[in-house]
């Protein structure tokens, strides 16, 4: 198995996969994807910018999927871009042939296997922070798992959650997701379990500080020693 540190511009990912031409295709994939990206928002600054629902130009597949999740989910378009990205370099891996591929965007993770998998949760400093994992049975297609964070990081966030982590397989959806559910935090508990989870949404797992709160269908979940070393992070 090979893990590599990528980072291009302000993408940092984390890329594990067997082969080392997987890996490439990831990286190639995720330049595109940023650099597609990047012509929208010079064409349109607010894309980028806004916190809420926009539409995307017709012709960018990346910009498309951020959109849709932004506005099923009721964010910004680039609430979801980890996800979108990581999302376009595991697809990428699969057209290489990759059955074992995983991206890690800064905690928006993207997972085939064909293998079962464990992955840590970072929740700041909530004491539920690094003693615990989900276990991820071998996944034929594509899965997103998507963290946000209004302790942890510096993405903007209206909400208290240490940890929100969404499961889908739209990876988009799964970021924006939630982002959307961390900004709700801090309110009334009832009132942000409330219909979890939503429409293309396998399940919602809530931190916050020595709480959890769980919709929808989890993973399950193990005691665990996480090796923080693994963080994906700027070097």
């Not at 629902?53 to 012709?59: E, R, T, V």
């Not at 993770?109 to 929740?123: F, N, P, Q």
């Not at 020595?210 to 665990?224: K, T």
Request: hydrophobic share 45%; with cysteine.
């Amino acid at each position: 198995m090979i893990r590599e540190h990528f980072q291009y511009r302000t993408t940092i990912t984390s890329i594990i996969a067997d082969r080392q031409d997987h890996i490439d295709a990831a990286k190639e994939a995720m330049i595109a994807a940023r650099t597609e990206l990047e012509r929208v928002i010079a064409i349109d600054p607010f894309f980028g910018m806004t916190f809420e629902p926009y539409p995307a130009p017709a012709g960018s597949c990346v910009a498309e999927r951020m959109a849709d999740a932004g506005a099923r989910a009721g964010v910004g378009p680039m609430a979801a871009v980890a996800g979108t990205i990581a999302w376009a370099g595991v697809e990428a891996m699969q057209r290489a042939g990759a059955e074992f591929a995983i991206i890690d965007n800064g905690g928006d993770i993207a997972v085939l296997s064909d293998r079962t998998v464990k992955i840590g949760l970072y929740a700041g400093t909530s004491p539920i922070s690094g003693t615990c994992a989900f276990v991820l049975p071998p996944q034929e297609e594509i899965l997103g798992v998507c963290t946000s964070s209004a302790t942890v990081g510096p993405s903007v966030s209206f909400g208290t959650a240490d940890a929100v982590t969404v499961f889908s397989r739209n990876v988009s959806l799964a970021d924006a997701w939630a982002t959307s559910i961390c900004n709700r935090t801090g309110r009334n508990e009832d009132d942000v379990l409330a219909g979890l989870p939503p429409e293309g949404i396998d399940g919602v797992f809530i931190v916050l500080g020595d709480r959890i709160s769980c919709r929808g269908e989890i993973p399950e979940v193990i005691s665990a020693d996480v090796d923080l070393s693994l963080i994906t992070s700027g070097r």
